[in-house]
């Protein structure tokens, strides 16, 4: 059941895997962190508003500019992805086409909803549009995460000889509803950690309000990130069995990135309980992307020995790479340029 | 093969990607001319100072803003997913190849993103110039996304040098990229002049809403016509295969085709109709109207892109059906054991339909919807059965190009057939039904052997004449079989007379009016270009006459002859009776019977729907007719079923030359065309390659259970077909058409490309022939009149001309003709069907009371009136036990 690997022409890699892998690791993790502010900060908006729907406001202003970025952050991982594992990312959207394909519509809907609610987040009427975005932005995770745990299993792939209509659904795999609770978790945590960040200068400033989000949004994190480490062991446990073997002692690598993960996010909640938002803010980021290298290793440890992108054949050509470091640097300057014009008009009080 | 597939009905036939990458499209093109539309209308704004049109710049940015943000770039997203679910391997190769593009592109989207935000932002909070720069940059960085992924769709249609190079930059800058970017930035403006419309209709203030109408005019009415013209120049660059496809070959391009330039003329008048002073609300009406025509435009040069492609994903690389050739290969071989995905691996009697429908997914869903808006293939497939299907699967890829081979065993081959017939139309398998035939009772006269001064032998020239008999529609052959006559004055050197006898013929009752139920009468001014009288066959004949003596023969060419007797039913053997008499006396010198068998039975509907016509068993029925005017039409370019439909049907041989007895019409020229026999055998060769006998059944009245059983002879009943001596299907078509590739026709070598020779080992090894005048000779097998080997094969052998043709020669003396004897072609004695013995074997029954050769069993009295002895004089070997 492991599609081979093809020698056709175009499937070859245009530049060493690891390249890939690199970019992979670095942008997935950057998705991931506007991910867990884009659906934790709309449940946090959702379930604690705050005094005088503070929280809401302003978590909820930025949720939506937050989405965009959540999803045009989700593009080079996915392409990343496709490059190094299209072959099983590719099967297991077809075993849940109707799923996958439905993501981008859940998405656009939790996105103009949370356009709709923007300047309404101050009256409570806008909890209904709030509360349906959460639900979408909840169903796009549940689908993510379906397909992500179908994508290395390939003995899962058997359903679809029952179901080939594309709606095979990986519930039964042990790894589900840990893993699925694990991204939840910490898309609470995340959020309630940006919520702290966006109002740490009113707070400093001795705004009372400000306060409020500060300590709402410390609350959510440390309570948050609590929780996860036992749903982290869940998870953990969950996942076959030499694969978890691998990050208790089996596996070097895995076992001290997984270690270099949790004490980042021990740190970050030994600073969220002293209140130090700064310094929690980046160790939680850190861990963020110590935890993306895990959950690549996972990848990389369940489809061994039968996969593995290393063994992918290269025809490089470094031509393009270069072109895409270019574009990257010069959007990057007009961006930077751009939002600096914006801060800095803000700044002057326009 | 190595993906699942995503097993859709309704909604297969790639409705999501059209749906979704449509409207994606219009979209991701408003939001770079709209783009610009936002800086020059914020200059213009500036520039005069006005107020209340940057506050509708305001407010159009915020639609932007939402617009190409939330829709166009979630759409973008669900593109990759759809592609993705439904073409894996190809999005595979399109994601390695051109990774660093998509990349690229990114960083572009990206950065358009942060610009946008910033823009709409702040509006009322950078100055003017860093807004405007802003602006410029958000424009800049979306083109450049534009350019980007137009290298990458542009490699799909065109990948130019990179499958030989591999290159990055050879598929990227291929041969459609530059044209492309110039359309679709064309593209872009025109949309954005678009949107102008639908937003500056809110405009309160009068002159700033005409004010930005008539820009936005400007913008529609300048992008028209270079849209246009890049179209041509697009169409111009393409590889000449794929613009003949664009151009001629593809019937599902054409209405786009036509609507491209229709729909940027309406566009350009509908706008300046907006910059006019309409009132408000019917400009509204046309604004929608006007995006509703833009979203138009984009899905039709969307449509004839993706059409052009067909039948590849990515040209020459990947079909549509995300199967690569070299993954394929060997075509014919079992394809279901080679799909990781398939259940079920290997055809059963109890699993065909299931194992079809694992085919159907496999290779047809990709583009063929099961009762959904996208190709469904009931529309395509509802008027045919299971072997109409197969015929087509078989044929499918080969001619015509714009779907991929089937894939698969000849098993597969009909499972999958059987699925669609059955599975999908709700058809129930065929069912054998054989004609009801019953002998045929002749009154053959007396013979008295031995006072009989005279002996009449007749015969008909082509053993039968097939016709489509829906001459309403149109016509293959006239209404007209020829008998031929020797009479034999008896003696010990027996003397064939001609001199002073005439020979009258007479249809049997109810065969005088042929013209009762054939339409032949009816349209003969538009079929063989003159008016006939009714059932007066074109050679002048009518069903009673006399014969034209002529070289110790009498014949009649052309009597007009049918299988409908007058009261009802069909009798393809008619059965004349023929009178000699003394041409001075009048006394009655001698009486025979002969057949003029005729057959209408073609099983056209087998591939091109409708039925018989006549009692279940016989005709071209009109709607089959009108299946096949629709094909030669839709193929050729022609208009047959118009002219049909207004009463003018045509006969294939006005423009195919056709060497038959039975053309009755000659076309102008006749080398500008492939001759009748080898445009049809070699047109449906491709269908009905790998078949034997059964196939010539398809066509030709030969079927051993039809209304006509027309192959009936000797041969048959030992068990030599049609094939061994004209070839199988390929075969026969190649050497015919490579008879007509000498003569210079250019249309032979497009249908012998397809065609391998199942009796030699290439196509240079087959002889080529000319139709009726070169058919296989006799003697090939019958080396010296023996009895050839049990696998003799007579293929590959001519005869040099007509004059060669067995219908044509006579014995060695010179004076009765081969088949006076042995019987007509296709029906040599003893001849047998269901029609019984008398009937097929007159002479013989007549004159010997047994069916046989004349003169066999060392029957010589019949025409000798002593014992003969010694000598093969008609022809060597005539002793024979």
């Not at chain 1, 446990?237 to 993960?261: C, I, K, N, Q, W």
């Not at chain 2, 075509?331 to 398939?342: M, T, V």
Request: charge should be positive.
């Amino acid at each position: 059941m492991h599609p081979p690997v093809s020698p056709a022409p175009g499937l070859a890699l245009p530049s060493p895997w690891g390249i890939f892998e690199v970019l992979l690791l670095v942008t997935f993790a950057a998705h991931l962190l506007a991910v867990n502010v884009a659906l934790g900060g709309t449940l946090i908006a959702l379930l604690t508003p705050g005094r005088d729907r503070g929280a809401a406001l302003s978590l909820g202003g930025k949720l939506p500019t937050t989405v965009a970025i959540a999803v045009n952050l989700a593009i080079p991982p996915l392409l990343f992805a496709s490059v190094l594992y299209g072959q099983y990312l590719y099967s297991a959207a077809v075993l849940t086409a109707a799923t996958w394909l439905s993501l981008f519509m859940v998405v656009m809907i939790a996105y103009a909803l949370l356009y709709y609610a923007q300047p309404r987040l101050a009256l409570a009427a806008s909890r209904p549009a709030v509360l349906a975005a959460a639900c979408l932005l909840l169903a796009a995770s549940l689908i993510l995460v379906n397909v992500s745990t179908l994508a290395v299993r390939p003995a899962a792939w058997m359903a679809y000889f029952d179901n080939p209509g594309g709606t095979v659904l990986n519930f039964a795999d042990a790894t589900f509803l840990p893993r699925w609770l694990h991204f939840v978790t910490a898309s609470l945590a995340v959020a309630g950690l940006f919520l702290a960040v966006i109002s740490r200068k009113a707070a400093a400033a001795g705004d009372a309000a400000g306060l409020a989000r500060k300590r709402l949004g410390l609350a959510w994190f440390t309570r948050a990130t609590m929780v996860q480490f036992l749903v982290g062991l869940w998870f953990l446990f969950s996942l076959p069995r030499e694969v978890h073997f691998a990050f208790l002692g089996g596996d070097g690598l895995a076992t001290a990135a997984l270690l270099v993960g949790v004490l980042l996010a021990g740190a970050a909640l030994v600073q969220g309980v002293q209140g130090r938002v700064g310094p929690a803010a980046w160790f939680a980021v850190a861990s963020v992307a110590a935890m993306v290298a895990v959950r690549e290793l996972v990848r990389l440890l369940t489809l061994a020995p039968a996969y593995s992108p290393a063994a992918l054949p290269t025809l490089p050509q470094y031509g393009p790479f270069f072109m895409f470091l270019a574009a990257f640097a010069g959007s990057a300057a007009v961006a930077v340029w751009a939002v600096g014009c914006f801060r800095r008009r803000a700044g002057r009080g326009a | 093969m190595e993906y699942p597939v995503w097993q859709l009905s309704a909604f297969g036939g790639g409705f999501w990607i059209v749906v979704i990458a449509v409207l994606h499209v219009y979209v991701a093109h408003f939001a770079v001319g709209g783009g610009l539309f936002l800086i020059m209308t914020e200059r213009r704004a500036r520039k005069l100072g006005s107020a209340p049109m940057l506050d509708y710049l305001h407010r159009h940015a915020r639609f932007f803003l939402l617009l190409t943000m939330v829709f166009g770039a979630l759409s973008g997203v669900g593109i990759w997913l759809t592609i993705s679910v439904l073409s894996p391997q190809a999005t595979l190769m399109l994601v390695r190849t051109f990774v660093w593009g998509w990349a690229t592109e990114w960083t572009f989207f990206a950065g358009e993103i942060a610009v946008l935000l910033v823009y709409y932002y702040g509006f009322d909070r950078l100055d003017a110039k860093t807004h405007l720069r802003v602006g410029f940059f958000y424009f800049l960085l979306a083109f450049l996304s534009l350019f980007t992924v137009n290298g990458i769709i542009g490699f799909m249609l065109t990948p130019g040098e990179w499958p030989t190079t591999l290159n990055f930059w050879d598929g990227f800058f291929n041969p459609t990229f530059w044209p492309s970017v110039v359309l679709r930035l064309a593209l872009a403006l025109l949309l954005a002049g678009l949107f102008g419309f639908a937003t500056a209709l809110g405009i309160p203030d009068e002159k700033t809403r005409e004010d930005v109408l008539r820009a936005s005019c400007r913008w529609v009415v300048a992008a028209a016509p270079v849209l246009l013209l890049s179209g041509f120049w697009y169409v111009g660059v393409l590889p000449p295969g794929v613009r003949e496809f664009v151009l001629r070959r593809s019937s599902e391009i054409a209405s786009y085709r036509l609507a491209y330039p229709v729909l940027l003329v309406l566009l350009a008048a509908g706008s300046l109709a907006l910059a006019t002073h309409l009132p408000l609300r019917l400009r509204r009406i046309l604004a929608v109207a006007l995006l509703v025509l833009g979203l138009g435009l984009v899905g039709a040069f969307e449509t004839i892109r993706e059409a052009a492609r067909k039948p590849w994903l990515v040209h020459g690389q990947i079909w549509s059906t995300d199967i690569r050739p070299s993954q394929a290969a060997p075509y014919d071989a079992p394809f279901l054991p080679r799909a990781r995905f398939a259940k079920v691996k290997q055809v059963t009697p109890q699993n065909r339909l299931e194992a079809g429908r694992e085919l159907y997914a496999m290779q047809c869903l990709a583009c063929h919807s099961v009762g959904g808006p996208f190709k469904d293939i009931r529309a395509y497939t509802a008027h045919i059965g299971a072997a109409g299907v197969e015929a087509y699967l078989t044929g499918q890829g080969k001619l015509f190009t714009q779907m991929p081979p089937f894939l698969g065993s000849p098993e597969e081959r009909a499972a999958l057939a059987a699925y669609v017939s059955e599975g999908i139309n709700g058809k129930k398998p065929a069912v054998p039904k054989p004609a009801e035939v019953l002998p045929a009772e002749v009154a053959l006269p007396p013979f008295d052997a031995a006072a009989a001064p005279y002996l009449l032998i007749g015969f008909n020239s082509l053993g039968v004449v097939a016709m489509a008999g829906c001459d309403g529609s149109f016509s293959l052959a006239v209404p007209g079989n020829t008998l031929q006559a020797v009479l034999v004055k008896r003696d010990v050197m027996p003397e064939v007379v001609t001199k002073d006898v005439t020979v009258a013929y007479e249809a049997p009752d109810g065969f005088k009016h042929p013209s009762k139920r054939l339409d032949f009468w009816k349209h003969a001014a538009t079929l063989v270009g003159k008016r006939l009288d009714p059932d007066v066959s074109t050679t002048g004949l009518a069903p009673d006459g006399v014969m034209t003596a002529g070289d110790k023969l009498y014949s009649a060419a052309g009597i007009p002859v049918s299988p409908y007797p007058d009261a009802g039913g069909v009798n393809p053997y008619p059965v004349f009776t023929l009178t000699a008499k003394d041409a001075a006396s009048g006394e009655t010198l001698a009486v025979t019977k002969a057949v003029a068998p005729v057959a209408t039975e073609m099983r056209c509907f087998t591939c091109h729907g409708g039925g018989f016509a006549v009692d279940g068993e016989t005709g071209v029925s009109a709607d089959t007719a009108k299946g096949i005017l629709a094909v030669h039409d839709k193929r050729n370019g022609t208009d047959l079923a118009e002219r049909a439909k207004a009463g003018g049907p045509v006969a294939c041989q006005g423009c195919h030359e056709s060497d038959s007895p039975n053309a009755g019409v000659a076309p102008k020229d006749p080398k500008a065309l492939l001759s009748l026999s080898a445009a049809v055998h070699g047109f449906h060769a491709s269908y009905l390659s790998g078949g034997d006998a059964r196939a010539c059944g398809n066509c030709h009245p030969t079927a051993p259970d039809g209304v006509t059983q027309a192959q009936r002879d000797n041969h048959s009943a030992a068990g030599i077909g049609c094939v061994r001596c004209h070839g199988y299907m390929e075969d026969h078509a190649l050497s015919l058409l490579a008879h007509e590739k000498a003569a210079g026709k250019k249309a032979a070598a497009w249908l012998m490309a397809p065609l391998s020779p199942r009796a030699a080992a290439s196509v240079a090894e087959i002889r080529p022939r000319a139709a009726w005048t070169q058919e296989p000779d006799c003697l090939t097998c019958h080396k010296d009149f023996t009895r050839p080997a049990q696998d003799a094969s007579a293929f590959g052998v001519w005869t040099k001309d007509a004059a060669g043709l067995f219908r044509n020669r006579k014995e060695d003396t010179g004076n009765i003709p081969c088949a006076a004897c042995h019987g007509s072609p296709h029906a040599t004695f003893v001849a047998a069907n269901g029609y019984g013995l008398d009937v097929n074997n007159i002479p013989s029954m007549q004159y010997m009371g047994f069916p046989g050769v004349l003169g066999s069993a060392k029957r010589c009295d019949v025409c000798h009136t002593v014992e003969m002895q010694g000598g093969d004089v008609h022809h060597p070997n005539m002793e024979r036990e």
